[in-house]
């Protein structure tokens, strides 16, 4: 080898002092265990006891999103209220003024009437509809189903069109034996005024609303019961009254106060053949003083009362015929029971406890 060679190498000595020795390794405690992740220099992590597990806090999911969502939303309606009462086009004072006037009460009890006299007449007729679907005779049954098919297809304002145009297509109406001798004649062009046709278009669209909610109520109580009813020798009258109808009411009821609230509000579609109901009450003072926001506020208001008085009484039915079940609740509360449903944003029972 070469001096060169020499140099550029330098000998190390290994070094001759033995290896530190290893601490020991203390024992596990019990219940413990160690994880050790790679294999030299590991890195041990400890797991918590059954215990411990027991005692931990349990901390709730945290929802960013539904938090924020929840915020924007609370800034908007407050947005919104904000420019309710700070906007001055509104004209808050005119509403006040007009709320109760004599022509828009007038326009209300018309309202009221034709809502009732709707529903009654539309419900009337679609239990009729309703049994004769559920009847085995085809001819009924393909009847009631062409008539259901037939007005639900059609709109509310293009019925109440049609019948308020009757005059148009029948001037003349005749009783006697068909396709025969007729007894009696009547003109009908003075005979279907605004409300006698409203009264007409709007009986029958509920009344085919009416016969599927009552036939799908009949249908959701499980034959069987009828057939054990019949196996104790109660007649058939007596097992509608005693078994399906209590039975059948839970499911009818939701359904009826929901059509019951459409049909007060569909009663405006009126003031296009003008029957002065609340709105055309209203529009018939906007157009001589041109206050028209507030006009409509006004009518606004008092369908916003009578849908909360019917949405309270729905609730109300709803208990009646769910006493005994979970849907009932048990329990009192009443109004204030009500309350706390539909103000979740304040919590559970216990946040509005104050209340009952």
């Keep these: 080898m070469s001096e060169s060679d020499t140099t550029a190498r330098p000998f190390t000595a290994p070094d ?8 020991p390794t203390a024992a596990p ?4 265990a160690q994880r050790q992740t790679g294999g030299s220099g590991a890195t041990a992590r400890l797991q918590p006891t059954d215990q411990q597990l027991l005692d931990a806090r349990i901390v709730p999911l945290r929802r960013p999103g539904q938090w924020v969502s929840a915020l924007v939303l609370l800034v908007l ?31 209300l009890e018309l309202t009221l009437w034709l809502t009732g006299a709707v529903v009654a007449t539309g419900y009337a007729l ?22 259901v098919w037939l007005v639900r297809s059609v709109p509310p304002l293009v019925q109440l069109l049609f019948w308020y145009e009757l005059a148009s297509l029948y001037p003349r109406l ?26 007409v278009a709007l009986s029958l669209d509920v009344a085919a609303f009416a016969s599927e909610i009552v036939r799908g109520g009949i249908l959701s109580v499980d034959h069987g019961q009828t057939e054990a009813a ?6 058939g009258p007596r ?3 005693r078994i399906v109808l209590p039975q059948a009411m839970p499911a009818i009821v939701p359904a009826s106060g929901n ?13 296009v053949i003008a029957v002065q109901d609340v709105l055309y009450s209203a529009q018939l003072i906007y157009n001589q003083n041109y206050l028209v926001i507030p006009l409509l506020l006004v009518a606004t208001l008092w369908y916003v009362a009578l849908t909360t008085v019917l949405a309270i009484g729905q609730y109300a039915v709803e208990r009646y015929y769910a006493r005994g079940s979970e849907r009932g609740g048990g329990g009192g509360g009443g109004f204030w029971r009500i309350v706390r449903g539909n103000i979740p944003l304040f919590g559970r029972t216990s946040a509005l406890a104050g209340l009952s």
């Design 259 to 271: 059509l019951l609230i459409g049909t007060l509000k569909a009663t405006s579609i009126v003031s």
């Design 77 to 107: 309606l407050a947005m919104l209220a904000h420019t309710l009462v700070r906007n001055p086009r509104f004209q808050w004072g005119a509403v006040g003024d007009f709320l109760f006037d004599g022509s828009i009460t007038r326009g």
């Design 126 to 147: 679609g239990i009729g509809v309703a049994a004769m679907r559920l009847s085995r005779n085809r001819v009924l049954t393909s009847l009631s189903f062409g008539f």
């Design 16 to 23: 001759p002092s033995p290896p530190p020795a290893s601490a």
């Design 29 to 32: 405690s019990p219940g413990t």
């Design 230 to 235: 019949q196996a104790l020798g109660l007649g």
């Design 174 to 199: 005749s009783f006697g034996v068909p396709f025969g001798h007729e007894f009696a004649t009547v003109r009908t062009a003075h005979l279907f005024s605004g409300v006698l046709a409203a009264y």
């Design 239 to 241: 097992i509608f009254r």
